[in-house]
């Protein structure tokens, strides 16, 4: 994880501490007894002796030692196992339950996806990967790097992407810009053919982020207005004027033009409470949008009623914002550097669970492993991603 320590071994510590091994990982398990090690063993020592066991059960003539990470009472080892139990006041003459996981490898670049211009917005689906560039175009990709379609349209760069759905053969996506508008598009994937279904007007400055809900029947958009509008996601062909609802957005008759078959849609509801942009919207629940803004606060909004719930208070910007389903928790990147965790069902004062440190730089964006609750990444101005676990 994130700038982790070596373990290193130390002499002053007593003899011997009694460890009970459980995994969560049966192909992994060893016998349940209590085994007497040396105090100051960290992680290679620990590393080395379930290997050994492993190896003795195992049929395999050449196994390969695997690597595993040790917690004691829910967080992760990174000193000598005394070490560890004087920090949090547990007694070394009782039988500490250890338990053991296989490690996150450290990630690695699969491939580089070029661009004309800077990358500002990214979604996946699948094997699919949609991203938006300052250029003004939004692109669709295969995972292994096939550039599949180069879409213009927008009038200024894309800030944001989003999938609506894609079953392989149809497929549907929405895109953000900062012309203040959002576009509803239709992809037939087996034609590689492309369609601007809708174009959603109603912001009056340049749009930052959008989030679709989890019945894909409605997105949420914030940007520099300071408002949140929520849309129907619906992708009906329906055919309406388009300078219809025009003088709640503006577009240049160029593009007027050139996306007359394209209907123009307005928001079903516009939420108001930020003072200054919104950076990033999320659908929390079926009724529950996060918000996160530069005026460092995060507002959670009743979807459904129409108005704000809850909100935290920062210290500085919020960059973006990110929730867990998994773990219902949410993390924050912000101007100070810092990562912070929150429990988005404290109400009114909420406080700050953890904060994490590492990056030297603003941290931009923040995301949740989809598969582990422990588990998330941040990307920083200081040129770095960096893996997380909240047990560290």
């Keep these: 994880m994130a700038e982790e320590e070596n373990t290193v071994e130390t002499s002053d510590v007593p003899s011997e501490v009694q460890l009970k091994f459980f995994t969560k990982q049966e192909k992994y398990a060893v016998p349940d007894l209590v085994f007497a090690v040396q105090g100051n063993l960290g992680v290679p020592g620990l590393n080395s002796l379930i290997n050994e066991i492993l190896k003795e059960d195992s049929n395999e003539d050449n196994y390969k030692d695997i690597q595993f990470d040790f917690l004691i009472a829910g967080e992760l080892l990174r000193t000598s196992v005394t070490s560890f139990l004087e920090s949090k006041g547990i007694s070394s003459e009782n039988v500490i339950d250890v338990e053991y996981l296989e490690s996150t490898p450290t990630p690695s670049p699969l491939d580089c996806i070029l661009h004309d211009d800077w990358v500002s917005a990214i979604d996946f689906h699948n094997d699919w990967i949609l991203t938006g560039c300052y250029d003004h175009s939004v692109h669709i990709w295969t995972r292994r790097g096939e550039h599949k379609l180069n879409i213009p349209g927008h009038g200024g760069p894309v800030k944001g992407v989003a999938w609506l759905y894609n079953d392989g053969k149809d497929a549907a996506f929405i895109s953000v810009s900062t012309d203040q508008t959002a576009m509803i598009w239709e992809w037939k994937v087996e034609s590689n053919s492309i369609e601007c279904i809708h174009v959603c007007r109603g912001h ?5 982020t959008v989030t679709v809900s989890e019945s894909r029947q409605q997105f949420a958009t914030g940007g520099w ?3 949140l509008k929520i849309w129907s996601a619906d992708i009906s062909k329906e055919r309406g004027d388009p300078s219809e609802n025009g003088d709640e957005g503006t577009t240049s008759k160029k593009r007027k033009k050139e996306y007359s078959s394209a209907s123009s849609r307005t928001p079903l509801i516009t939420l108001k ?3 200054e942009a919104i950076s990033a919207v999320q659908w929390t629940a079926v009724d529950e949008i996060i918000t996160s803004s530069w005026d460092h606060t995060l507002k959670i909004w009743d979807a459904e009623l129409g108005g704000m719930k809850s909100e935290i208070v920062g210290n500085k910007s919020f960059f973006d914002v990110h929730y867990s389903p998994l773990s219902k928790l949410v993390i924050t990147a912000s101007a100070d550097k810092q990562i912070r965790l929150y429990d988005p069902k404290v109400k009114e004062g909420a406080i700050v669970k953890s904060t ?4 030297k730089e603003w941290v931009q964006s923040v995301r949740w492993s989809p598969i582990d609750p422990q588990l998330f990444v941040s990307a ?4 770095s991603v960096k893996l997380w676990d909240l047990r560290r």
């Design 225 to 227: 207005d300071c408002l």
């Design 204 to 208: 009056e400055r340049g749009l930052e």
């Design 356 to 359: 994490f440190s590492s990056h």
């Design 273 to 275: 409470g930020h003072k």
């Design 380 to 383: 920083s101005f200081d040129n």
